[in-house]
């Protein structure tokens, strides 16, 4: 059963410490996507990676998010320090060429 | 600006009355329009991709329709576990990414 698989599901952190959410593409797949979803803003994109380059990151703060992609298997998406601004869920999705994108369940992420 | 706007924001229907989402967008060079469904909790699950205007894809008792403005996605004859937000999204060309509108929370009752 192929799926994208985010980890953490939940993650509550203090203001100022590091998070990382990590995400596994489906095995195959070429892009891979990083959103945030708020009930105010709805699902936005934050990078995007084909092949393992990123090709577009303009909807990141660039001061405290970074998205990589170590290997074809691994993305991940670090935030420091983070603020309460920064609560969402953070999904991740993957792709191939121009079709779809598959999503995972998504990092519930709460900063107190 | 590009932009892609659902419409209603929730709509609330009785088990087996049909009615219809709409997602108008005003995208320059559109190159797939996307419809997913989203379960609360759970992220967006893919339903239908449109590049055309004019093609209608069906899944159950969903059906999804493009013009060269707005998409529709029409539900016939609800059951309680359509019950969910729908996602579009829209694919411009010269991108890979997505756009998406804000949804339709949809909630049918028995």
């Known amino acids: 059963d192929a799926r994208v698989t985010q980890t953490p599901r939940d993650k509550v952190t203090e203001m100022g410490q590091e998070v990382t959410m990590r995400c596994q593409p489906i095995?195959?797949?070429?892009?891979v996507f990083w959103y945030r979803q708020t009930m105010m803003q709805g699902l936005e994109l934050l990078a995007y990676?084909?092949?393992?380059?990123?090709?577009?990151d303009s909807g990141m703060p660039k001061d405290r998010f970074s998205a990589e992609m170590p290997d074809a298997t691994l993305a991940t998406l670090k935030i420091q320090p983070s603020e309460p601004r920064d609560s969402a869920v953070y999904f991740c999705?993957?792709?191939?060429?121009?079709?779809?994108?598959?999503f995972g369940q998504g990092t519930r992420l709460t900063v107190v | 600006e590009d932009q892609v706007t659902q419409s209603p924001e929730a709509l609330r229907l009785q088990e087996g009355e049909s009615s219809s989402l709409n997602c108008s967008y005003t995208?320059?060079?559109?190159?797939?329009l996307f419809w997913y469904r989203q379960d609360p909790g759970k992220g967006p699950e893919f339903l239908f991709t449109?590049?055309?205007a004019g093609e209608e894809k069906e899944k159950e008792r969903l059906k999804a329709t493009l013009t060269k403005k707005e998409s529709f996605l029409h539900i016939t004859a609800p059951k309680p576990e359509d019950s969910a937000t729908y996602l579009c999204?829209?694919?411009?060309?010269?991108?890979?990414?997505?756009?998406f509108g804000k949804g339709t929370m949809l909630l049918v009752s028995p």
């Open positions: 095995l195959g797949h070429n892009t």
């Open positions: 999705a993957s792709g191939s060429g121009g079709a779809e994108a598959f």
């Open positions: 990676f084909r092949n393992r380059a990123p090709l577009d």
């Open positions: 449109l590049y055309s």
């Open positions: 995208v320059s060079g559109l190159r797939g």
């Open positions: 999204a829209v694919r411009l060309s010269g991108y890979s990414t997505l756009t």
